[in-house]
């Protein structure tokens, strides 16, 4: 039987709460992304991370690049958990920003997360409020996606739904 881990990076939350669900439906060892080594994951055939997605960086990504060698024998896929409406436009951008040179076969499966403003760090309010008045200066039919999410909302959002695991649970299936 194949272990699984799940490795997550999480800043808000939604990327763990994914990873527990992930964690129970698959099942896997759930692991926090913060000073893991290879050594810590070699006992495992299969290596999820999940991670948030901003300003186009799956956090903890930097986690498989550096060891993309050790990890050659391993099964592999990626989470990214983000504010953007699901879609094969937001999961080809992400997979291109991310997923280069040895990690470019890897699979990216992509759910959305939630924000919360009062959360949110000083330097990622002030990234959203720069984002967000550069919005508002856009004409609304030239507005990006992740553009109207934030002019939309207003402090807080919950797009986290367990149905965007489900592609990823079917490929850990397959194995």
Do not use: C
């Amino acid at each position: 039987m194949s272990k699984t881990a799940v490795v997550f990076r999480s800043k808000y939350g939604a990327s763990k709460a994914y990873s527990l669900i992930l964690g129970k439906r698959i099942p896997a060892v759930v692991i926090e992304n913060e000073g893991l080594t290879p050594h810590l994951v070699e006992e495992f055939d299969t290596i999820i991370l999940v991670g948030g997605v901003y300003a186009g960086k799956i956090t903890g990504i930097d986690f498989l690049k550096k060891y993309a060698d050790d990890f050659s024998s391993k099964r592999i896929a990626v989470f990214a958990v983000g504010a953007s409406p699901v879609s094969d436009d937001t999961i080809d951008s992400i997979k291109k920003r991310n997923l280069k040179g040895k990690l470019e076969t890897v699979p990216l499966f992509y759910g959305r997360g939630a924000l919360d403003e009062e959360q949110l760090s000083f330097m990622d309010k002030n990234l959203l409020s720069v984002v967000r008045r550069s919005a508002e200066k856009t004409k609304p039919e030239k507005r990006s996606d992740l553009e109207k999410i934030i002019l939309e909302t207003a402090g807080s959002a919950d797009w986290m739904d367990e149905s965007y695991l489900e592609p990823l649970i079917e490929f850990i299936s397959q194995a």
